[in-house]
């Protein structure tokens, strides 16, 4: 039997409920806090995300899903994460013209990683970027909606629930300085370093302090700070982040040896880590990138954003006991006998035309089975069309949910009766 690619999942009608329920709460908050949708390809150049995310990227250098289009000559790539498409989307249609934009998408995104809980190959992102704001304010925007989003999805804010974890890693100058004493401690503790961690000496040093192997982390915790590198304006900008998290009353962590495993990141970068989800526990990541548009050959402008994990998110959720009720069917229409289908048919059509959420027997069977199938469908009522009612130019109505008795409505007056009888049975 064929069977879905490993790390590609389906999501079945209960569990879909569920994400539907989050996506509209996400994306409202998204809309309220000002970002504006946006919507990019799933696939774009290889070229794109080797440049943004950077050549010494575990993305990069084993994860994309990249392929040669021999009918254009194309290099392509299933996109990895949103952040490169998104500012190459701006850069292309100059969405910067009249001043900065705050946008927000979200979609599959694909890695080729070993899948496990919470890891998977074809994973969904929210997403928020905003571009052309240089301050700190924006930073802490993005960071405090955060926080005000995870109690409205049910889960708790500290303690316990998410955390967040807040470093800086300055510009690229300071971290060049500092690259070159890393790198002189590093190479001085060589022997004590794993094969992966070798290699991240030459490619990618700062990496290897995110290193999760105990041995490499104690060379690593000895390792010179890069925070003692950092300028002036660099300092100024972590200080006015901070200020602002603190006036919102949003608690974060001090970490070091955040460093993130794109290259695009500069000054801030900050996780929310979940301790329930086990190894996979960071359920948004982001940061600066204000060199990316140029790096992208679009004139410079600061950007910054960060990405959530659905699929952590909707785990978490779930694993809360606060996911939302399924969605009950407003009526179940049954039907039997001589020319009842017809008119069966006619009444849920003109119900959901009046807004109500309808399902129609179809596939025959006894009253008893079809009553059967209305009370296991959830529907909060069922209509019943049979050759009596049909007859009298009426359809029977019965609760389901409460004790009422079966009660008889007009057909000609259906749609309005059943918003009255639904008004009354829901309240
Ligand atoms: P990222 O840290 O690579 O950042 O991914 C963001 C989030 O996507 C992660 O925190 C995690 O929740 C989820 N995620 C990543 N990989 C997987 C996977 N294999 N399976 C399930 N979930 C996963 C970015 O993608 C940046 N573009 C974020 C950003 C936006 N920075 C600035 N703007």
């Not at 999501?11 to 908050?29: D, G, I, K, Y």
């Not at 969405?95 to 998408?105: A, E, F, I, N, V």
């Not at 948004?284 to 410079?300: S, V």
């Amino acid at each position: 039997m064929l069977q879905a690619i490993r790390g590609m999942n389906d999501v079945l009608p209960e569990e879909a409920a569920l994400w539907r329920s989050f996506s509209a709460t996400v994306e409202a908050w998204l809309e309220r806090s000002g970002y504006r949708a946006i919507r990019m390809p799933l696939v774009e150049n290889t070229a794109l995300f080797r440049r943004a995310i950077g050549e010494a990227t575990d993305i990069v250098e084993k994860e994309m899903y990249s392929w040669r289009d021999e009918l254009n000559a194309e290099e392509l790539t299933l996109r990895p994460e949103g952040t490169a498409s998104c500012v190459r989307a701006a850069i292309e249609h100059s969405l910067l013209y009249d001043g900065p934009k705050r946008l927000w998408y979200g979609g599959p995104m694909y890695r080729h990683e070993r899948p496990q809980k919470g890891r998977y190959r074809e994973f969904y992102q929210y997403g928020a970027e905003a571009f052309g704001f240089p301050g700190p304010e924006v930073d802490a925007e993005l960071i405090v909606m955060c926080a005000r989003l995870w109690p409205e999805l049910g889960l708790n804010a500290r303690p316990g629930g998410i955390r967040l974890e807040l470093n800086t890693i300055g510009s690229a100058d300071e971290r060049a300085r500092h690259r070159a004493d890393l790198v002189s401690h590093l190479r001085a503790h060589e022997g004590r370093l794993d094969a992966d961690a070798k290699r991240r000496l030459h490619t990618n040093p700062l990496r290897v302090l995110d290193s999760k192997n105990p041995a490499v982390q104690e060379v690593a915790a000895k390792a010179p700070p890069l925070m003692g590198y950092l300028g002036e304006a660099s300092l100024a900008h972590f200080e006015g982040l901070k200020k602002l998290l603190a006036a919102a009353g949003v608690e974060f962590a001090l970490n070091p040896r955040l460093v993130r495993g794109l290259d695009y990141y500069n000054l801030t970068v900050f996780e929310w880590v979940s301790d329930a989800l086990g190894a996979q526990g960071t359920v948004c990541g982001g940061g600066r990138y204000d060199g990316l548009f140029a790096q992208l050959g679009g004139k410079p402008a600061p950007g910054v954003g960060f990405a959530m994990g659905c699929e952590r998110l909707v785990a978490l959720i779930r694993e809360s006991g606060n996911a939302p009720a399924a969605a009950r069917p407003d009526a179940y229409v049954i039907h039997q006998g001589e020319g009842t289908l017809e008119c069966a048919f006619a009444i849920a059509d003109a119900l959901r035309s009046a807004g109500h959420a309808v399902v129609l027997h179809a596939g025959g069977g006894s009253f008893k089975s079809q009553m059967k199938k209305a009370d296991a469908s959830g529907a909060w009522a069922a209509l019943i069309v049979g050759e009596d009612e049909l007859r009298a130019g009426e359809i029977s109505v019965k609760a389901l949910r409460r004790t009422e008795d079966q009660r008889r409505i007009g057909r000609g007056r259906v749609v309005e009766e059943f918003a009255a009888t639904m008004q009354r049975i829901k309240a």
